[in-house]
Structure formats: structure tokens, C-alpha cells
């Protein structure tokens, strides 16, 4: 399985020439729904989904998401399906389970969104915006760092509540350059503690995982 990174809280999951890309937001550059046969959409929010890069994309694409998302998405070609916690089906020859309900909570003045979370192959977890816990072992967790609704300590607590053996920053895009080394520094920190591969991955940089 390979997973690149791409700008803030996108990644694009390959496994045996199949493509699955999560959450292709507004931040995200470059055509990342090229060659993708599923999307996983975590929530509502435009720096998660783009209806106008879904539009563009191939009729044949397969979509996953919440109820709220799917909502907005009558205009995109491809096939969207509607999923929520205790789900699970394959997309893009991935066995994908479903988690949590609803995004972090974010401003007082703003409501709650549903958001669910994706572990794929029982390896690799994207929780979304939410620090959920599925109740079970997750060896690979894509983990946001940045956000209005996240403080880096909640990471901390978060990596060790969890404990996986890999954990790759998402939703990054926030920080300059002195917080990207700030963030380094704390999963830095925390991978020496768990003695696990925790770090940032550079946009458009990938890892293998066997």
C-alpha cells in the first residue's frame, strides 16, 4: 500500500493498481483525482471536498461519504453512496470500515457537522476533523495537526491514547514554515518516546507500507 501525501487533508492510497484518493478539498492542488477509482469524503467542509474538482472528474468514480456531503454532490457524475458509522464495504479494492459521527467541535457561533472516519484494510485510519478512537488497533494513523478546532498538545494525547506503529501529519496547511518545524519537532518528540514512525511527510513525498 502506498500513500502520498498531498496539500493539507489529502491523500491519495495505491494498492495493486488501484487508486483511492480521501478527502480532495479546495486547498489541494494538481489533478489528484487522475486515474482514481473511489473517493472517501470525511465531511462537509470545503477544505475536504471540492464539488467542482468531483464534477470534473471520470462518471465511473465511486464516492463515500456522510449523508450531509452526499446531499450537496446531485451534480457529480460519479456514483456517490452514502455511508455512516458501523459501515463497511470495499471501494477501489480496499475494505474500508466506517467511525465516528461528527466533526470537533469548532466555534460557538457554528454547528456541528457530521464527519465520519475511514480505516482501510484494518491498517490505515483517517479519523477526519475528530480525534476519534474506532476501539481498535490502528497500525497506520493519518493524524490532523492543525487546526482552529486542535491544539498540538490534544495530538500528543491523541498518538498515545492510540499508540499506532506509523502516524503521518494531514490537515497541515495552516502553518508557515516555523509551525510546519514546530510540528516537526513535537512528532519528533513523540516518536522517540512510542519508538514509532511518526513525522510529517512532505506534499507530493509517499511511503510504502507492507
Request: charged share 25%; aromatic share 8%.
Amino acid at each position: 500500500m502506498k500513500l502520498t501525501k498531498h496539500d493539507h487533508a489529502c491523500v491519495r492510497v495505491e494498492k495493486n493498481g488501484k487508486v483511492l484518493v480521501i478527502d480532495p478539498g479546495a486547498f489541494t492542488k494538481g489533478p489528484v483525482l487522475d486515474g482514481a477509482d473511489a473517493v472517501l469524503i470525511t465531511h462537509e467542509h470545503a477544505d475536504h471536498v471540492d464539488v467542482d474538482k468531483l464534477k470534473a472528474a471520470s462518471p465511473g468514480l465511486e464516492i463515500y461519504t456522510c449523508e450531509a456531503v452526499a446531499a450537496g454532490l446531485t451534480e457529480v457524475p460519479g456514483k456517490v453512496q452514502v455511508v455512516r458509522a458501523g459501515d463497511g464495504f470495499e471501494a477501489a479494492g480496499f475494505r474500508v470500515e466506517v467511525f465516528g459521527e461528527w466533526h470537533a467541535f469548532n466555534h460557538p457561533d457554528m454547528a456541528i457537522v457530521q464527519n465520519v472516519g475511514f480505516l482501510l484494510d484494518d491498517e490505515v485510519f483517517y479519523p477526519g476533523d475528530a480525534l476519534t478512537d474506532p476501539g481498535v488497533e490502528v497500525p497506520t494513523l493519518l493524524v490532523p495537526t492543525s487546526a482552529p478546532w486542535l491544539k498540538l498538545g490534544e495530538v500528543v494525547e491523541y498518538l498515545r491514547k492510540l499508540r499506532p506503529a506509523r502516524a503521518y501529519s494531514t490537515h497541515d496547511a495552516l502553518y508557515g514554515e516555523i509551525g510546519l518545524g514546530l510540528v516537526d519537532n513535537w512528532l519528533r518528540m513523540e516518536a522517540d518516546k512510542q519508538q514509532a514512525d511518526i513525522r510529517r511527510i512532505p506534499v507530493g513525498e509517499s511511503v510504502t507500507i507492507s
